[in-house]
């Protein structure tokens, strides 16, 4: 068997007798010589760069992407034999860590006391004596009401984070529940949810149910101090709404890693929206556990037993 190993990423999978592991660059289509390959892993990976060799490649049995989230890969037009296998679990720590980081640099206005510092500014409105619960606004985590709308692997990760640091958590799924020992509720109670919600942290895949899941009138439900952070897809926000709801204060802050168009175009309202901190896509882009993953997959199609994270087709 020819396996596909991506070079924007260090891998050494453990490789069972009779492997062949070949190098290829991810930013490229797969070189002809290798269209013979049956296992592909992908990681960074252009999409235009996978639909050239969707069709191209006879003997491929399975595509492991290293990405949460599939939709690349699912994009592509790989054949309906060909599994699937997506990356959940290998993006819970990282991510976690910069949707904190999002979240409390909303709550400690981090941007406003950059913008002081910019001006040679000593910004004594953010420091001194402050009260713990202001009126009209939050500003720590101690009794907040965060939900977490996508309460998967990451969101489920996070959570205890940010229970740890005195906020009361909630998942958003599709059906209600508890997982992780906290309380989900149905995606049909959001609106309710999210007119009690002072920290909306956002997770949810690129599916076509969640292009602009977080609307107008979702935006609407939210109250005047709450702030919102997106580390899921940047598809799931309706990014004129959001302006809109910024610029009107109708919503306290927002901070997005993601956009719906990436990079994001020089003449994007978002640039100039109040009170929106933009991160570069940048709170992925690290696998954690990517060799053991491969091999392990690698070994069950070898052994004509389960994958672990088959994408349904």
Do not use: C
């Amino acid at each position: 068997m020819k396996l596909l190993l991506p070079d924007s990423v260090p891998l050494a999978p453990a490789l069972p007798e009779g492997v062949e592991a070949v190098r290829y660059d991810a930013a490229a289509p797969v070189p002809e010589e290798h269209l013979d390959a049956e296992a592909l892993v992908v990681w960074g990976n252009r999409p235009g760069d996978l639909r050239a060799v969707a069709d191209r490649m006879p003997r491929l049995r399975w595509v492991q992407t290293l990405a949460a989230g599939p939709d690349v890969v699912l994009g592509a037009g790989f054949p309906d034999d060909v599994v699937v296998t997506s990356g959940v679990g290998l993006h819970d720590r990282p991510v976690t860590e910069h949707a904190l980081a999002l979240v409390l640099a909303l709550l400690r206005r981090l941007p406003e006391a950059i913008a002081a510092q910019a001006e040679h500014r000593w910004a004594a409105e953010l420091g001194g004596l402050q009260p713990l619960h202001p009126e009209g606004a939050v500003t720590t985590l101690l009794g907040a009401r965060v939900l977490v709308w996508g309460f998967g692997n990451i969101g489920q990760n996070m959570a205890p984070l940010l229970h740890a640091l005195g906020a009361e958590v909630r998942g958003v799924g599709r059906s209600a529940g508890e997982r992780a020992g906290f309380p989900v509720v149905a995606e049909d109670r959001l609106d309710a949810e999210l007119r009690q919600t002072d920290v909306l942290v956002m997770i949810l895949p690129a599916t076509e149910a969640t292009t602009h899941a977080l609307d107008a009138a979702r935006l609407a439900e939210l109250p005047r101090h709450a702030l919102v952070v997106n580390v899921g897809r940047g598809t799931t926000v309706d990014e004129p709404a959001l302006v809109a709801a910024l610029t009107e204060g109708r919503i306290a802050g927002a901070a997005l890693d993601v956009t719906e168009v990436e990079p994001l175009p020089g003449d994007s309202p978002l640039w100039d929206a109040p009170n929106l901190l933009l991160t570069p896509h940048a709170a992925g882009g690290r696998p954690v556990g990517a060799d053991e993953l491969v091999g392990a997959n690698l070994a069950a199609l070898l052994a004509g037993g389960e994958l672990r994270n088959v994408v349904p087709r």
